[in-house]
């Protein structure tokens, strides 16, 4: 079954249980999403991605420029452990991790999540791929996928788990779009997945067709 599939039938069973009202505001804070054109002005194919130094979810530091050291460096921009997307995409791409790896590349997630948050989310779905905080979304930010999730919608998430504020220590509830970047040896951007709907992501094969792709040129 695809990403694409299992989010589907998630929306289909998970989105008839909230009530109208809800549901209403949670529309109106997508539409404006959509409408400021974030994707579109975040960094994309063809321009130089942003080095970075982040640390894991054991508090080691981690440097991208040592990442892509051996090979082309994917990153994974997610919005926590507490989004169901997120957690979907996060043990799909730990499915093909072993071929992301045979095929010379690493792999690498991040989100505004303190390390102690980042932890527990790698351990809930046994990733063996770096999992790195993005304490106020600095990283993100310089990548152009930063936004302050909707005020009317920060209760309704916290009553579903969702604390951000508490979880990411930041009163302005900064998220990144979902977005996943491919980077090569050089820096380059050489391929960019960036979508305001938090429920569009890329999916891992596409990662792995294109480095495939990559390796024969």
Excluded at 31 to 54: M, N, Q, Y
Excluded at 70 to 88: A, E, H, K, V
């Amino acid at each position: 079954m695809s990403l694409k599939e299992q989010i589907e039938g998630f929306k289909d069973r998970f989105l008839p249980q909230i009530p109208e009202p809800i549901r209403k505001s949670m529309q109106t804070a997508e539409d404006a999403l959509r409408e400021s054109r974030l994707a579109e002005r975040a960094l994309g194919t063809g321009d130089d991605a942003v080095d970075f130094t982040l640390p894991n979810a054991k508090g080691d530091m981690v440097s991208s420029k040592v990442l892509r050291g051996d090979g082309p460096l994917i990153l994974s921009f997610y919005r926590g452990g507490w989004c169901p997307y997120c957690s979907m995409e996060l043990k799909a791409l730990q499915d093909v991790n072993a071929e992301i790896q045979a095929l010379g590349a690493t792999l690498v997630a991040i989100s505004p999540q303190l390390p102690d948050a980042s932890l527990s989310t790698a351990e809930k779905n046994e990733l063996e791929f770096e999992v790195l905080s993005d304490v106020n979304s600095e990283v993100a930010d310089k990548f152009g996928l930063t936004f302050s999730l909707a005020e009317d919608l920060r209760p309704i998430y916290k009553i579903w788990g969702a604390d951000v504020a508490t979880v990411n220590d930041d009163p302005d509830c900064k998220l990144p779009l979902p977005a996943t970047y491919v980077i090569d040896q050089d820096g380059k951007i050489v391929h960019a997945f960036t979508d305001e709907d938090y429920t569009e992501r890329l999916e891992p094969n596409e990662i792995l067709d294109f480095l495939r792709k990559l390796r024969k040129t």
